[in-house]
């Protein structure tokens, strides 16, 4: 096992951050491994907005109900990003560019944004840096899209707060590789309840540990409970997508 399977094997999401700034030369470091990730037939159909504006910062940790954002030494937006391309091609003489808001290209540019994320991950914890995926980011994704001032053919993807660790939580127990890894053709598992019974019972040892005074379920009862829940700004993500330009 090497250095970097060791890193991503030992992923952890930090929500305590230390008073401590990143210099400018890590900043760019990271945002120049992003742009080396691989990308849909070479678009590089994404955008990274670097937050620095502590003011900024204070309104997406709102956004998101995450106090921990604003504490983070830089928080990364990823965004989906057909404006540009659509622009590029105008410049040059394309007189329809309708396509940029297909299912298509919204794809293109949400994979892209995901996977220079996850690099960036990568490249931040092989420096001792500790990050935090922002998936809440999108608990109102109008308020962030005026917020940004994201024009037409763009959209948030994720959030990524980094800085230095000022916790050591312990490693989140995954799903056995068998309910998550098929061969050839997806696998129907026959009984949920007798596959994932070990696991279920490692859940509940994990929350217990990290915090015995919080009861939290089992991974099944997490699911289970989840189907309920209808946040608004969630429901909603169709109709700004489609006010963005998207999925005309």
């Known amino acids: 096992m090497n250095q970097t399977i060791e890193t991503l094997l030992n992923h952890r999401s930090i929500r305590k951050f230390k008073e401590k ?11 120049d491994v992003a ?15 670097g937050i620095t504006d502590q003011q900024v910062k204070a309104q997406i940790a709102k956004i998101g109900n995450q106090p921990y954002i604003a504490e983070s030494a830089h928080l990364f937006i990823f965004v989906v990003d057909q ?3 659509a622009q590029i091609a105008k410049e040059n003489g394309a ?18 944004a ?77 009984n949920f309840s007798e596959e994932l019974a070990a696991y279920n019972a490692e859940v509940e040892t994990y929350y217990d540990l990290r915090d015995a005074n919080k009861r939290i379920d089992s991974f099944s009862k997490q699911i289970t409970a989840s189907m309920d829940r209808k946040p608004a700004g969630r429901m909603a993500l169709l109709d700004y997508l489609k006010e963005q330009g998207f999925l005309q």
């Open 35 to 49: 742009q080396h990730t691989a990308t849909s037939n070479f678009m590089q159909s994404y955008s990274i907005i």
């Open 21 to 31: 700034a990143i210099s400018s030369e890590i900043i760019h470091t990271l945002v």
């Open 114 to 190: 995901l996977l220079a994320t996850q690099n960036m991950i990568v490249a931040a914890e092989s420096l001792g840096l500790g990050t935090v995926c922002l998936g809440s980011i999108l608990n109102d994704a109008k308020e962030m899209i005026q917020l940004l001032k994201l024009p037409q053919y763009t959209f948030p993807v994720l959030g990524l707060a980094i800085g230095y660790p000022d916790q050591e939580p312990q490693l989140k127990p995954r799903l056995p590789m068998n309910i998550v890894y098929h061969e050839n053709a997806y696998q129907e598992i026959g």
């Open 95 to 112: 007189e329809d560019v309708l396509v940029s808001g297909s299912m298509d290209r919204f794809m293109i540019g949400y994979s892209d």
């Open 83 to 85: 404006h540009r391309n």
